[in-house]
């Protein structure tokens, strides 16, 4: 049996874990998206491919989409609109286009367009390119044939399109950038692509060697060639933020993939006039995120001549309003006026610091003149308000003797919408202590004539009084002042009335695993509830991304907002053209969260900011739970380690209970760290790369930002817990159903145990053969079946005979069992992709590019020995030799094998090899060995 304190210590592990899973699945709010309803019959026209291309890609399909009449003027094939191709992600289907294509279709009949969208998707039969990277080619090859197909539609239109506009869903937004490294691509019939939650940065879960070198392939492409053959494309890409479990926000940015002045990176909680976060499929139908998708499109087409424009500022101006910062603008604005002329209209001067204007409509245009001239005591100003006009605000400089500004300067543009949705609400802040602020006099809000209720609300405060800032404690701080830190809060502010706008600095929350929660209670408002709009925001600001959070509280009503990161500052500074990184702290012009909070001047609030316990153990699922396999298969070769060093030194093979705390974390983690500080220098580098040796996994981690001190400790210690449950778990099952077999079979006779060994042999020769014909998967899963029988087996004999070397037998064998489980998991996405493509063509398919192949025929064969050679044999030198080589090969899993989990299995099945081909040369040695000589 196990220690008692190692047990309790995995029990609480593994139940912290488990919270942690808990919250990334369910800590979310009510789903804020709105549905986008068609309003006709919706249709999925199949365009006709050429035999040739059919018969190499028979399982993909292009469609175009249409709805109503509009579907039967479309079965001529004769297109007339701007062409839009919707490439669909891991097993996305093509009619997940609908939503954006009836939006754009339903906009461009009520706003009378002039021209329209011709919306095409392909269909790529939902395969898993999340996990097989081997389908990627195909699918960027038939794209390809989709483009030259989509143009040849428009051969007789009046107007025919020169580019065609690219949406990528999840992986369809990384076969979209794929496209321009076939070497017959023309890169100018496609200059704008969207992205919609696709993993730029790299791949969720590197399941296999071709997923990691395609996706290596594009970006390594587009950083060399961003100034050369794609200066011309724009990309916008939108992660789908929190609730996104599938591609975390973090790896949806273009950071070093493309330079900023053509790409834009953001989020849909940042997304003006969105503000919600979406999962990995919502995303694709959430009404406001596709709204922000279907205007940018209209934005960026030329009206003159109906084609998107090639002017690259132009479009990445309309992207930048759309995605954001909008200033509450009634439609896209390309050029706001720098002067404005102020027509007639009545004047109000407001000699008042904070003031609220209220009116059910306004008769005429008017003018409400803030004279910040008179106010020592400010330098800071806040101006909102929800008027229906573009330019509403400005600011003038009033000379000697005029009764009021006759002309002013326009800084309508430097606004932001504010929620809730519907509201209109717009904001513009100012530092009145700026260089081009300094001879202002007044400010000017515009009210034109409306019969809608019109509301401003301005503040001008001293900066000293309202920016305020406060370092949120570290790791260590907060554990030790546990449990205050959590039940009384890190932070309390007490904010009275008379103050519209606070903004809070946050030091210190550098790293992802930091999580607090703000909480903004009401205390008293003093006048009645003035509309359904009223209340305060809470904005998330993160300056170094796009990836803003609001949180909409209603009049005097209290809310929260989780204060937690994608990525950490500083961000790293990158060359295009070599692709290199480095970090500059400095150069950071501001890499502090920020709180902004827009309130009601009438009520008075109380701010706390308390850790969040559990959304902290989410983050840790959420970055580092795909770390994990490889740390507890690292704990597991480990226990194998000491129980072949203890059988090599004469004893018994003691528990895999038993031998996973033998194995300190101080005997692997160490020495990885030394090797991974070692091959990130620039000279061992140079001298390693022609060589073919890949950098290690913890490089690109830190190009995220994601890794920390001690992060490689702590969960190597988190994988020695699990283990331990995963363990003692297994061990418990097969307990019970040995004894169920026992009561079942036991009255058998042994004739019929010699048959079932003889049918296991067989099984396993199959599994070889499934292995290399089908699929290796396969076979891998024949040794983990075949495995937990003769586990089971092995338990029911040691209680009917209790002997040592079957108790040694059976020791030895449930930690090849787990690692034969986690042989068998690494190894299911092909399964899975082989189970598909069965179903998909209704017959057995050879499986021709199976990443699991050559692992599993391997892995059945080391099982064929191993089951010959299943004792603890006492070949002392070559067992030794084994412990050291595993060992070591436990050390470059750390390091090469952290994210690219595919070489977790080859090191798996070398290890096992290493041990088969030990245990056969014993068995051999002892077989052959001269019998001592007889008198």
Partial sequence: MAPLKPVVFSVLVVALFVLGIFDVITNYEEN?????WMFEMPQYLRVPMSKKIMEKFPNYGLYVYG???????????????????????????????????????????????????NFFSVDLNEEYSGLYGSCLQDQTEFVHEAIKKIFGLYKNAEIKPKTIILVGHSMGGLVARGLFTLPNFNANQVNTIYMQATPNQSPVVVTDADLASYHQAVNTYWRAHGNTTLAHVTLVSSGGGEYDVQVRGGLTPLDGITDEERGISSSTTHIPKAWVSTDHRCIVWCKQVVLAFVRSMFDIVREDTHVVSDDIAYRMHVFRHHFVQNPGSIGHVTHWPDTLTLQPGQWSEVNSKLHRWRKDKVDEMTYLSIPIGLFDDVDHAMVQSNIMHDSWVCVCERKEGEEHCTSCHDISFTGNVLPPLYSNKKVVHLDLNAEDMLRVTHIVVIVPATEKQVEILWDVYRRDKRHLSNTVPGLMETMFSYPESITKGTLILDLGTDAAFYRLKLYNMNNVLKVYTVQLHTAKCREPKPDDHAGSVIRLHIPWNNEDSYRFVGYSQSGNLSIRLQNVPPDPI??????????????????????????????????????????????????????LPTFCVAVLLMSLVFQLKTVAAGGQCPSLLNSIWQMKPYFVVPFALVIQYVLQLQFVQSALTPMGIPEPDIAGLNKQGVMFKGAQLLLYVIALAITTFQAGVIHLIIQFKSRLLGLMFGWLPSSLARMLDKLMTVLVIAGLGAAVCLNGSLGIFVCYFVSFVKLLRLCYSTRQVPDSSLQSRYHLMQTLFMLWLWLFMLNAPPLVVFGKAVQSSHSVVVFSRDPSRMVGAAAVFVFLILSICDTPLLGRTSLRAVSYVV???????????????????????????LLAIAQLYSLLSGRLAPRPKTE
């Fill in 32 to 36: 804020k998206c709105e549905m986008t």
């Fill in 67 to 117: 709805e109503g009449q509009y579907a039967v003027t479309l079965q001529s094939m004769q297109m007339t609109g701007v062409p839009v191709l919707f490439i669909p992600g891991n097993a996305g289907s093509y009619k997940q286009v609908r939503s954006l294509a009836s939006v754009a279709f339903r906009r461009a009949v009520d706003k009378r367009k002039l021209y329209h969208f």
């Fill in 574 to 627: 990158i060359n295009i053209q070599s692709g290199e990184y480095s970090w500059d702290t400095a150069s950071a012009t501001n890499d502090h969260v920020e709180l902004y909070l827009h309130l009601d001047p009438s009520c008075s609030y109380k701010v706390t900011l308390a850790l969040s316990f559990k959304e902290m153990l989410g983050q840790l699922v959420r970055f580092y739970g795909l770390l």
């Fill in 887 to 913: 060992h070591g090969l436990v050390i470059l899993m750390l390091v090469f094998a952290m994210v690219t989990l595919y070489r977790v299995t080859y090191i798996l099945v070398a290890s096992l090899g």
